[in-house]
């Protein structure tokens, strides 16, 4: 409205002029006409009243902050399948090495745990921030059989319910759970741990490693070789995901595998949080305001009132 009333004075004023003086005259009256720069003081002038308005309305915008403490549980799957080479050297040891760069990824504060999976889920590590032991964890964890997904995902889900910060309050705790697919043994099936999960707001972010041509050989008595074929399967995986609310992601190389690492472990250090931001509009609202001012001071010694 405030534009509108503007741009009907300034065609109220040429025709007020035309009145009184020729128009073939008015350069020899004016050294020079500002032109179409006089109506940029009151252009910022009424961008930063627009700035105000919105900033009364107390905005509020969706920002990215750093989390302090949290509990991490790194379940990675130590299966014979694990062995396969179709990611090199093998499943097992892109894992363990993709893991060195999501220690020192994590922040500080937080607590790192590991659970190994096989026939059974095992407590390796319990949370701690020593990332030189964590490390030396996941560097000897050995391969064997079974893949007890639906137990690694409730014990982790046992364990984040019993960790406690600085101020004795319970902390946000994740679960990175590194698989090639399939489970097979437990006594608790992955979909129900995942309701476990969820019930608990604990996110199972699962990670598959491998492809669908992975093999395992392995020597038999005589001398003769056996192989094994074992695709990598991702619905199991994908199911637990969608039910805690985590992530499916895929890995099919040792480079893919270490580049997960580098965003899960960027996303676990950080969360998102609504606040509100009136300040920041308040803050513009006055800048605009003074520079509006600033330039009609100088360029027509004069302050312009919407």
């Not at 509108?4 to 073939?24: D, I, M, P």
């Not at 060195?100 to 390796?124: D, E, H, M, N, W």
């Not at 050989?217 to 695709?231: C, D, K």
């Amino acid at each position: 409205m405030l534009a509108a009333v503007y741009v009907l004075a300034e065609r109220r004023r040429g025709r007020l002029a035309a009145r009184f003086a020729n128009q073939a005259l008015l350069p020899n009256v004016i050294d020079s006409s500002p032109g179409r720069r006089r109506h940029l003081p009151l252009a910022i002038l009424l961008l930063g009243l627009a700035t105000l308005v919105v900033g009364v309305a107390r905005p509020h915008a969706t920002i990215t902050v750093k989390r302090e403490e949290a509990t991490v549980v790194r379940a990675p799957d130590t299966s014979r399948s694990m062995l396969a080479n179709d990611v090199a050297p093998t499943r097992l040891q892109a894992a363990r090495a993709a893991a060195t760069v999501f220690l020192t990824q994590v922040p500080k504060k937080f607590r790192v745990g590991v659970i190994s999976i096989g026939t059974r889920a095992v407590v390796a590590l319990p949370p701690t921030t020593d990332r030189a032991l964590a490390a030396a964890t996941i560097a000897d964890l050995r391969p064997g059989q079974g893949t007890a997904l639906g137990d690694a995902v409730l014990l982790a889900t046992r364990i984040g319910r019993t960790e406690r910060a600085v101020d004795g309050s319970v902390p946000p705790t994740s679960v990175l759970l590194i698989s090639d697919g399939a489970a097979q043994g437990g006594s608790t099936t992955p979909v129900a741990a995942a309701r476990t999960a969820r019930t608990a707001h604990i996110p199972v972010t699962t990670v598959l490693v491998g492809t669908p041509n992975g093999q395992v050989e392995r020597t038999l008595t005589g001398g003769y070789r056996e192989i094994i074929r074992v695709p990598a399967d991702p619905a199991t995986l994908r199911e637990v995901a969608r039910t805690t609310g985590g992530q499916f992601l895929t890995a099919a190389t040792s480079a893919d595998l270490q580049e997960v690492y580098r965003r899960l472990a960027s996303r676990l250090g950080h969360r998102s949080e609504s606040r509100e931001i009136t300040d920041v509009f308040g803050g513009g609202s006055a800048a605009l305001l003074l520079v509006g001012g600033a330039f009609s001071a100088l360029w027509f010694r004069r302050i312009p009132v919407p």
